[in-house]
């Protein structure tokens, strides 16, 4: 599967933005889906996750409560609502998956992720 993540932008301190993306096959409903980001100098981080049928959701804890990961099997689309976005939300994101072969998988994980999609910038002015 291919994966294309876009929507990215500017927006100021307590914004909203949601980014989405786009997947390229039909079997979307197999694979868990995450975002990570990664921020000028730091590495790269895992921010949300959900599970194949999109009950099953993790967040860090830098973002509970305030972002949102869903995901549209019909769509074979992922997205992410961000609210009260916080200058330190800076960063490029990047949405990833893995086939969902067993749920003991931590979703959590970077090193589990073997698909990635090019990252979509998401920049919070202050």
């Known amino acids: 599967v291919q994966l294309q993540a876009y929507g990215g932008g500017l927006v100021q301190t307590g914004g909203s933005l949601r980014i989405s993306c786009a997947a390229s096959r039909r079997t979307f409903n197999t694979y868990v889906m995450g975002w990570f980001r990664q921020a000028p100098g730091k590495e790269r981080e895992f921010v949300a996750a959900?599970?194949?049928?999109?009950?099953?959701?993790h967040y860090a804890d830098s973002v509970k409560g305030r972002f949102t990961i869903s995901r549209d099997n019909n769509k074979s689309a992922a997205y992410l609502l961000m609210n009260t976005l916080k200058p330190e939300d800076t960063a490029v994101y990047y949405c990833?998956?893995?086939?969902?072969?067993?749920?003991?998988?931590?979703?959590?994980?970077?090193?589990?992720?073997?698909?990635w999609g090019q990252g979509t910038l998401v920049t919070v002015s202050s």
């Open positions: 990833a998956a893995f086939y969902g072969r067993s749920p003991q998988i931590n979703s959590q994980d970077i090193n589990n992720y073997d698909l």
């Open positions: 959900i599970g194949r049928g999109g009950v099953v959701r």
